[in-house]
């Protein structure tokens, strides 16, 4: 009886006190668990190239310090693991996206995109650069950005007809009245970075871990290409990104004013400097399906948060990217991206028929 007193008296006190409730807890959320990082673009591309470097450092980070297993979700330009993570996974907390180009999508009103991304559990986000870029024997010769406005006869290449990169480069071209040629289709931006190099098409877009570790050293350096120009957040108004260093071209606004003499304006550039400041703005989003545990989604933010601080991380970044990219996990970026991603009924109209406008334009791959 003595021994039972005591015991219902230490179970009282417990339950009382902060420090035996600290005790008494259960494991970490995901210890002995085994997080995917879905990524949907395909394997060799920018998106993949950063996302392996994540999940290789992040689960460390993670109470609990959880397997991080990365797998490749494609399809639809990477709108079928948005779509994927927001309607079919469940929110069981063991699935976590790492996407590109879905935030643009939404603003954009693309039909394929059957969920709403603003009610994903958002764990963080970066921002990034994409660089413009185009072979020298393209048309007639490329061998200054400015040799661009006087070609007709060369092609891009895209992943989709409502993909955030084809969008992007067909506006830019028809802001700046430059005929070109279209083909689309391919799984992913290392397919589109072979078809470059084989010559059959000349210009595309690639945002900054590819453009380092492929673009400049099997192109640019060997005298085959040239950049035409970056893509950032907010152009008219924003600085270069220091971590576009050493790239030769300006952002496409400045590209604009030197080679039209006045600055870009129109329904064409509302259209463009949206979708590419919500794209560079949240070039990489990090989220989860809605409704997972608050557990589960605030220690994945403590492992993002804490990759900024990781030697091993930024020193296996340099090597994998020649730069280290910044993840953001506040309140304040996430009420941001909840904000940027509800499309505008006006642009959803306009982007309906520029899309149909390019399906009667393109060659399909």
Not at 26 to 42: D, E, R, T
Not at 253 to 277: C, Q, S
Request: hydrophobic share 40%; glycine share 10%; net charge neutral.
């Amino acid at each position: 009886m003595r021994v039972l007193r005591l015991a219902t008296a230490l179970t009282a006190l417990c339950a009382s006190a902060d420090a035996c409730l600290a005790q008494t807890t259960a494991a970490p959320f995901y210890q002995g668990k085994q997080l995917s990082l879905i990524i949907n673009l395909s394997a060799g591309g920018p998106t993949d190239t950063e996302g392996r470097l994540v999940a290789r450092h992040l689960g460390r980070h993670i109470p609990g310090n959880p397997t991080i297993v990365p797998r490749n979700m494609t399809g639809a330009g990477g709108i079928v693991a948005a779509n994927w993570l927001g309607q079919v996974a469940p929110p069981d907390g063991l699935n976590l996206g790492f996407f590109s180009g879905v935030a643009s999508a939404s603003v954009m009103g693309v039909p394929s995109l059957k969920t709403d991304i603003a009610n994903y559990s958002f764990a963080g986000s970066g921002w990034g650069v994409s660089v413009a870029f185009i072979r020298k024997n393209a048309g007639s010769g490329v061998n200054a950005p400015e040799d661009l406005m006087r070609q007709k006869d060369f092609w891009i290449g895209g992943l989709a007809i409502d993909s955030d990169k084809d969008l992007r480069m067909r506006l830019q071209l028809d802001l700046l009245g430059i005929p070109y040629k279209y083909v689309t289709g391919y799984p992913g931006a290392a397919d589109v970075r072979l078809a470059i190099q084989r010559g059959e098409v000349q210009m595309t877009a690639e945002s900054l871990p590819s453009y380092r570790a492929s673009v400049e050293p099997n192109l640019i350096a060997t005298g085959d290409a040239i950049a035409l120009w970056l893509d950032i957040a907010n152009e008219a108004s924003a600085p270069r990104p220091k971590k576009a260093e050493g790239i030769k071209a300006t952002t496409f606004y400045d590209y604009f004013l030197r080679v039209k003499g006045k600055p870009p304006e129109g329904l064409l550039w509302e259209a463009f400097d949206i979708t590419n400041t919500v794209a560079r703005g949240y070039e990489r989003i990090m989220v989860m399906p809605p409704g997972v545990p608050s557990q589960a989604l605030a220690d994945v933010k403590t492992g993002i948060a804490a990759l900024a601080s990781d030697p091993d991380f930024l020193k296996d970044a340099m090597a994998t990217m020649r730069f280290a990219p910044d993840y953001e996990t506040g309140a304040e970026f996430e009420a941001t991206y909840k904000r940027m991603v509800r499309p505008d009924p006006r642009l959803i109209a306009f982007f309906k028929d520029y899309i149909e406008e390019g399906q009667k334009q393109s060659k399909r791959k």
